[in-house]
């Protein structure tokens, strides 16, 4: 039988609820962070999990990707001080390519607390759009609700067979994407970033050196 979210919910309601917000985090900036709190906030979460992917399939082999245990330092660094916010190794520990509807079971397995969770797996709405596409979909709508939060730029189309939560969050024009090239050509990433993912990029002469403003 395939739970739909409303059984979802009054099955779970002593238990936590827990958001699992993936994504490359390559590098992980404000643009997150601001999603994280905000959707932990609006659907009163009592944990957000910054999962980092391991491979992300969907990106494989378009550009090369900073190794996955850079990546968790930096998104360990960026939640350390945030309440509510923590990294999620497990895609990582798990290897090979990361499906959610995988992830989802193993946490549910492997850690006590989130035996009897609800979870929510919140996207952006360009990640949105490719949900469908994603492993075992269907296995995955009985695992967890979804959530979707707007970037900025055109409204992107979902589909209405979809039960989503959409959440409004504050518009911050940030992507990886954008932050990797101001590495490269020297453009400021201060307000971007914040201080503490810095300093391990800067530890471990992540993406090219140098970063940031003058001392
Ligand atoms: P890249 O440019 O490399 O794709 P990204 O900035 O999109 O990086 P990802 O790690 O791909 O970051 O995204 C992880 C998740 O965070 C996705 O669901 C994505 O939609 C969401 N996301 C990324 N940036 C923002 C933002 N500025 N506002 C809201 N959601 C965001
Ligand atoms: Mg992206």
Redesign the pocket.
């Known amino acids: 039988m395939t739970l739909s979210p409303s059984t979802l919910i009054d099955q779970n309601l002593s238990g936590p609820r827990i958001g699992v917000?993936?994504?490359?985090?390559?590098p992980?900036?404000?643009?997150?962070l601001?999603?994280a709190v905000n959707v932990r906030h609006a659907l009163n979460l009592d944990q957000v999990i910054l999962m980092v992917?391991n491979v992300?399939w969907q990106?494989e082999g378009s550009r090369v990707i900073t190794p996955a245990q850079d990546r968790l330092a930096m998104v360990e660094a960026a939640v350390a001080a945030v309440p509510g916010l923590v990294a999620g190794e497990t895609e990582i520990r798990m290897g090979g390519p990361s499906y959610t509807v995988d992830t989802l079971q193993v946490l549910r397995q492997e850690v006590s607390e989130y035996a009897n969770a609800t979870f929510f797996t919140?996207?952006?709405?360009?990640?949105?759009a490719g949900v469908p596409t994603w492993e075992r979909f269907k296995e995955l709508t009985g695992l967890t609700e979804l959530v979707v939060?707007?970037?900025?730029g055109a409204p992107v189309a979902l589909s209405d067979d979809i039960h989503w939560i959409r959440v409004e969050?504050p518009?911050?024009?940030?992507?990886?994407?954008?932050?990797?090239s101001r590495f490269t050509d020297g453009r400021p990433l201060d307000y971007l970033i914040t201080q503490p993912v810095l300093n391990v990029i800067r530890e471990r002469a992540l993406y090219s050196t140098p970063i940031g403003s003058p001392a």
């Open positions: 917000f993936g994504g490359t985090f390559d992980p900036h404000v643009g997150h601001v999603t992917a992300p990106k919140i996207v952006g709405d360009d990640a949105a939060v707007d970037r900025p969050v518009h911050l024009e940030v992507s990886s994407t954008d932050l990797r």
